[in-house]
């Protein structure tokens, strides 16, 4: 059993934070570090707790923001705007709250750097492993989705005029660089850049709504529809690989209210605009901005194409992270720019980009496994397991079973987010099976390796 780390000797009441509230934090980090993945740094050559939780914020936002926005209007022509907002306001909140339940247990834990570490204190190697390869699949698929929005958008520049295949190769040359820093801190600077460029991408895709309206154009307040097409864009991963890199881990919930925030906003916004202009009898373009008309499409998808990049890039880091640590943990290769150390990076960060560009070119049905995955993984790491962690640490040191009977709101609580998890997990696997089967019958799937 993982032992319980207290860096305060008061002891913690109901729903408390871990966080040393009122020690300086020289203090906190130095009792903090002797179990934190990334030990003591000082004197150390590469230091990786060096993120402000703004920064972690602006890379949260740049990693999540884009997917969401550009598929939650085609959401709205299905499920319709009230239902749609419904759902994008009580996610939000949703997500938030489970993202308290995450930095309470990563603050309690020092050691967990991954969902796998996670996954070892709850069930053991096994949780480790498999948590661990999920996060790794997860993390290339949406890197290969990433390309994917690359790929639309040059081909969207250029009318078409390449393969496909190679816009995607082309692309991915840029993000492979993009992630090759050690430290997201480096990153995260590159992506200030990324979160303007979808923000203003945003803004450009609705003044062209607006501007342009389709004649056809309806707005239902509610429709009729498959369970299908609404599940679609309610997943979203929480990495603790971000707050093992902060400077003062103890911030983490105010980037976690800034993503929300933001993006419950933004989100909500950009749906409705898009959505009012652009619903042609029920059916919008994912991504929206292909149903603007050609130029402003090509203005939205030039500025957005920084996010792109940003975010694949941030997705294959995390996959070769996750990785890098395990084989490396407590060595010097982690700190010290060693020839080996940087030499497994250099390859971890060139099998995880090529794996993500093979599998978005030569996978017919790849966007449909992306749903997979996210249900899958994405499912249980946003919600479903945050309840688990929150069962755990209050059974093990709280006093067992008779401390759920003393927090029964908490307890039932927690217990329905665990069943939300799976619930997505089994429901979004149904959706995407369905998805290609009804893909496969229309004969919508294109060959493998396709210039089309």
Known sequence: MAKEYRYSDKPLEDGEFHEGRNEPLNTFRSGYDNDDVFGHEEGSQIKYKTLSWQLVAVLMIAEIVSNGMLSLPSSLAVVGIVPGLVLIVFLGLFATYTSWVLIQFKLRHPEVHTMGDAGYILFGWPGRELLSFGTVVFAVFATGGQLLAGQIALGALSDNKLCLMLYTGIFTIPTLLFSLP???????????????????????????????????????????????????????????????????????????????????????????????????????ASPSFSSLPPKWAKAAYGIAIPNFLIAGSLYSHTAAKLIFVR???????????????????????????????????????????????????????????????????????????SAFSRRLVMTALNVLTVAAGAFICVAGTYVTIVSIKNAYDDGSVPPAFSCG
């Open 182 to 284: 050690r430290t997201l801190d480096k990153l995260s600077w590159l992506s200030v850049l990324s979160v303007i460029s979808i923000i203003v991408a945003g803004i450009v895709g609705m003044i062209g709504a607006g501007l342009n309206p389709v004649a056809t154009r309806v707005a239902s307040v509610t429709i009729e529809t498959s369970f299908i097409n609404a599940f679609i864009s309610i997943t979203n991963p929480v990495f603790f690989i971000l707050i093992s890199e902060m400077k003062n881990p103890r911030d983490a919930m105010k980037a976690a209210w800034t993503l929300q925030v933001f993006a419950t906003t933004f989100y909500a916004v950009f749906a409705v605009v898009t959505y009012i202009y652009l619903n042609d009898n029920n059916s919008i």
């Open 327 to 401: 084989i490396f943990r407590k060595s010097r290769h982690i700190h010290d720019h060693t020839i080996l150390g940087w030499s497994v990076w250099t390859v971890l960060i060139v099998v995880m980009n090529a794996a993500a560009f093979v599998l978005a070119v030569g996978v017919p049905i790849f966007n449909y496994l992306i749903g997979i995955a996210a249900s899958l993984f994405a499912s249980w790491y946003t919600y479903g397991i945050a309840g688990m962690f929150w069962l755990y640490d209050t059974y093990t040191y709280k006093g067992g079973m």
